[in-house]
């Protein structure tokens, strides 16, 4: 009876206390003293499109636009545009970059679409309207352009302007043809996509629930170097958010593998529009 | 069972005092910020690979300037400050289930120190490093340079407003802030001019979360 008795008090102990850490979370971020981190909301369900397949990727038809192709089907187009004469030879252990990417800002916190779009395809000398008459053109509504308040910033006095979009509708708007790749450009893809002068855009799934465009806009592969010495594969973006040039790690590019933003990373890929020109 | 409801006072008692001595008084911001502001050599290893490839990066006058230099010259002259920014950010889910309680408690730290890298004397800030702890692996590597405006207003407001200031990111809707404590109440100051406040305005942190949770609430789940 004694035995039984100090068995369950011990058990119950035990439950109290495994409770109480899975309450508060204290994993540690370095070397150091334990720091908790604020207790996290799960992500909540996208509002659009379906969730994702359960291994991760986004489910194909929850990519909106064209019909998604695989990176090995995207990479087979590829080599047929560069065998066409569509680009210069590439070295993917070099470097190469397009200048005529940015630096414009997205006018305002939603337009990252509009603004992406608008970049990419006057990367390729064809002028494009306003980011905010695509708006209107793509949302169907008015007074997006009132009232600007300098030429990085609108707040438009219809609030109905300020929403989120997807680049593929800005691309059917103004005749421009893309592929949807259903995973990210493997360092081959990019490479190539780079050498055949086409700036592509990325979209970024984070693990909050929200999306975002950015542009690729060029690649190095360098070192190695005193401390490294592996050769360093680093890509080149520009976010219109913040107006910023940055180069990523090839690593930093990808984030999270698979489509699932929940990793280390707490970003992934969604979907990348590449080989963005205008329709014949 | 008579023995469980005579452990049970105790066992309550225990379970609290455990609790209490495990969660620091505030649990946020502040023990990123003692630990990180000085950060220690597992992150500097990071940052010296980060430093030596990018005189590398810096191959043309173009891209230099588009990281912030001024000609690809200033790649090996380029130097970090031994005192990074704290990244923290705030989800989008969590701006759209929060009820107002404390504010401080949506600041997750994002894994993520970035380091001012400046040139030449009197020193210039001209672009910037940024590491990322990869809690899997307990280890740091670099993950980007450049977002010289970013690092110029940063270090800018941290000479002027607060020496101690950090970043805190809000990905979701793509704001900026300058944060910084006053006391306990965590002092946001915006980035970019929104609909709600000018850039460069401090506001308590409610205020701007407050603003926020609204915009969060209507996101569709498009790119923003």
């Known amino acids: 009876m004694l035995k039984r008795t100090v068995a369950h008090s011990v058990m119950f102990l035990l439950l109290l206390m495994f409770s109480a850490c899975v309450e508060i979370d204290v994993s540690i971020p370095s070397k150091g003293p334990g720091v908790p981190r604020a207790a996290e909301t799960p992500p909540i369900p996208n509002l659009v499109h379906p969730r994702p397949l359960s291994h991760g990727m986004p489910a194909l038809s929850s990519i909106p636009g064209k019909t998604p192709i695989s990176l090995d089907a995207f990479k087979k187009m590829q080599t047929k545009r560069l065998q066409t004469g569509g680009g210069a030879a590439c070295n993917p252990d070099d470097k190469k970059s397009i200048d005529k990417v940015g630096p414009a800002l997205q006018q305002t916190a939603s337009w990252c679409w509009a603004a992406s779009s608008k970049i990419v395809m006057e990367s390729h000398n064809i002028p494009i309207d306003d980011q905010c008459n695509i708006v209107m053109k793509v949302l169907g509504e008015q007074l997006c352009c009132v009232k600007v308040i300098n030429k990085d910033l609108i707040i438009p006095e219809n609030t109905n302007c300020q929403r989120g979009g997807w680049p593929y509708k800005v691309f059917d708007m103004y005749a421009f043809d893309y592929e949807n790749v259903d995973s990210p450009l493997d360092w081959d893809a990019l490479t190539k996509e780079i050498c055949l002068n086409n700036p592509f855009i990325y979209v970024e799934k984070r693990s909050d629930g929200s999306k975002h465009t950015v542009i690729v806009k060029g690649y190095h592969n360098v070192g190695p170097t005193a401390s490294n010495p592996h050769r360093q594969k680093v890509v080149e973006v520009y976010d219109p958010q913040s107006k910023n040039f940055q180069d990523f790690t090839y690593e930093e590019f990808i984030g999270d593998p698979n489509g699932d933003p929940n990793g280390q990373y707490s970003y992934s890929h969604f979907v990348d529009y590449a080989q963005i020109r205008p329709l014949p | ?224």
Do not use: C
């Open chain 2, 1 to 224: 069972m008579k023995p469980l409801f005579w452990l049970l006072p105790k066992v309550i008692a225990l379970t609290i005092a455990v609790t209490a001595w495990i969660t620091p008084a505030n649990a946020d911001v502040q023990p990123f910020l003692d630990i990180y502001t000085q950060p220690g050599p597992e992150v500097f290893s990071a940052v010296d690979v980060g430093m030596e490839t990018l005189p590398l990066l810096l191959s043309d006058t173009t891209h230099a300037q588009e990281l912030g230099f001024t000609d690809a010259e200033q790649g090996p002259k380029a130097k970090v400050t031994k005192t990074p920014f704290v990244v923290f950010q705030v989800g989008l889910d969590q701006l759209q289930a929060w009820n107002g309680s404390n504010p401080r408690a949506l600041l997750k730290f994002a894994n993520k120190l970035l380091f001012p890298i400046y040139v030449g004397a009197p020193v210039k800030v001209k672009s910037s490093l940024t590491v990322r702890f990869f809690e899997k692996d307990k280890v740091w590597k670099v993950g980007q340079w450049g977002s010289s405006a970013l690092i110029q207003d940063l270090v800018s407001k941290r000479t002027t407003i607060a020496p101690k200031g950090f970043l805190v990111t809000v990905p979701g809707l793509n704001r900026n802030y300058f944060g910084y404590l006053s006391g306990v109440q965590l002092i946001l100051i915006p980035l970019e001019t929104d609909r709600s406040f000018a850039a460069g305005t401090q506001v308590p942190a409610a205020k701007v979360f407050n603003s926020l949770s609204t915009e969060a609430k209507s996101a569709d789940g498009s790119p923003r």
